[in-house]
């Protein structure tokens, strides 16, 4: 249910929230050679350059199949090189080139291209590599070139079994990304969010996981009960939700290894909005009291409950600092629903939304400057962010719905969801999507998943 409807329809009742076996570990088994620009400084000579700059001139980028063993290399080498074509191409900071321009295929691993034919397609940046299999086995060696200086960015190998094929892909993505760019990528990652199928007034709901880029789809509940917000360990394969569980509306604990499920907390109303803490020793939440609700804390090992607010206020969607130092929520305890920010433990309570409209589900942002949030004003409802100190506010996407904003471990992009209206009483015309955005509004794109789908939640980097 919509954090920010639920605060308006609620004071009655209804308070809302504002994979077995994870994938092995790659393990880099030598730089091949590594040298060259490092990260480099901006040129026209180089492919290196600022996010600014790539927003309005996208780094032309040639990605042809990496070679391979006959067989099973070879198909893999192809494949993974449309995985990494995907990957920087949805970013809108990459221009990968049409293969069909490539005068000659990329050079095998240990070779050095013909620097003058691939300046020739317009490449700035050029990525090849060599996939051998073997009995299940996988080793991938990779380099980047920066075409102009006819320069090596960065050579590395890998290994791991062959089903874990596309998170090497992510990860040479996030390595393409970095060196070009100097910042983090975001490929080697997964979204957990809530699938919803069926008829509007009959929604079967459940959790599910997938990357980023909406391959290797999961789900982690079966549709029983109701279940909204999940949002990842920092660390660990656990995911924190809020489940309807035999009709007691509680947050829950999943182990993503084992299946294994435990409520957090003991308490006598409901929870929900939950959110770890950046080391992921606690988890922060809503607890309901009367016609409103608290911020509470709990520790993850010990169970040990504390209670941060204490007002006759809804306060919920509690999200700490990167730092832990803070904590944002939205309130309606000066009358409208607004947020606020307090420290850790508590004091030190003060307002930061000052525009027009109401302000929910905020979510700081990993870097720790910007507070993303869900503002509904004249019947709009819009994404945005702020400083956080309430400067700065900007708009990044309004439509007849969108809402939940989550960042990307980076900082650089942002998930959130967008309904369409219903037609008629049954429901017709309505769905509900996944989207990302950069945080200056630019590259708004759908993110897809075979069902509809809301409450993203973006996991760690390489989780």
């Known amino acids: 249910m919509s954090d920010l409807l639920a605060s308006k329809l609620h004071r009655r009742g209804v308070l809302a929230a504002g994979l077995a076996g994870s994938a092995a570990l790659l393990s880099p088994l030598a730089s091949l050679r590594a040298q060259g620009t490092g990260g480099g400084s901006p040129s026209r000579q180089s492919a290196v350059i600022d996010v600014n700059r790539a927003r309005s001139e996208p780094i032309p980028i040639a990605i042809p199949d990496l070679g391979g063993t006959a067989g099973e290399g070879e198909r893999l080498g192809r494949q993974m090189a449309q995985v990494i074509t995907n990957d920087l191409a949805r970013s809108g900071l990459f221009r990968p080139l049409d293969r069909g321009a490539f005068i000659q295929p990329g050079p095998s691993s240990d070779d050095t291209p013909d620097f003058q034919n691939w300046r020739g397609t317009g490449a700035q940046a050029l990525v090849t590599g060599r996939v051998d299999e073997n009995g299940g086995a996988v080793r991938v060696a990779f380099r980047l070139w920066d075409v102009l200086p006819q320069e090596q960015i960065q050579g590395t190998a890998y290994t791991t079994n062959l089903a874990n094929w596309r998170r090497i892909a992510h990860i040479m993505s996030d390595v393409v990304y970095e060196r070009l760019l100097g910042e983090k990528g975001y490929f080697d990652t997964r979204i957990a969010y809530v699938s919803g199928t069926g ?219 967008r309904e369409t209206p219903s037609r008629d009483s049954r429901g017709t015309g309505f769905s509900s999507r996944l989207v990302s955005i950069d945080i200056t509004g630019f590259n708004e794109r759908p993110v897809p998943t075979p069902t509809d789908a809301s409450d993203p939640a973006w996991s760690p980097l390489g989780s």
């Open 199 to 417: 008829p509007r007034d009959r929604r079967t709901k459940r959790l599910a996981v997938m990357d980023q880029d909406g391959e290797n789809q999961r789900y982690l509940t079966d549709g029983t009960w109701l279940v909204l917000t999940p949002r990842f360990h920092p660390t660990r394969e656990q995911i924190a939700f809020m489940s309807y569980a035999n009709n007691r509306p509680r947050v829950y604990l999943l182990d993503l290894g084992s299946g294994r499920q435990q409520v957090l907390g003991d308490f006598e109303g409901m929870t929900f909005a939950p959110r770890f803490s950046p080391d992921g020793n606690t988890v922060i939440m809503s607890v309901a009291r009367g016609g409103g609700s608290d911020i509470v804390t709990v520790d993850v090992a010990s169970q040990r409950e504390r209670r941060l607010t204490n007002s006759s206020a809804i306060d919920t969607s509690p999200c700490y600092s990167p730092d832990g130092s803070q904590v944002v929520f939205n309130s309606d305890r000066g009358g409208d629903q607004q947020l606020y920010v307090m420290d850790a433990f508590g004091g030190g309570v003060r307002r930061i939304s000052f525009g027009n409209g109401r302000y929910a589900t905020p979510v700081w942002s990993p870097r720790g400057d910007l507070i993303a949030f869900t503002r509904l004003n004249g019947g709009t409802f819009a994404i945005g962010v702020m400083h956080p100190d309430g400067s700065g506010e900007r708009i990044l996407s309004e439509s007849f719905a969108v809402e939940g904003p989550t960042f990307a471990p980076n900082g650089r992009v942002l998930a959130f969801w």
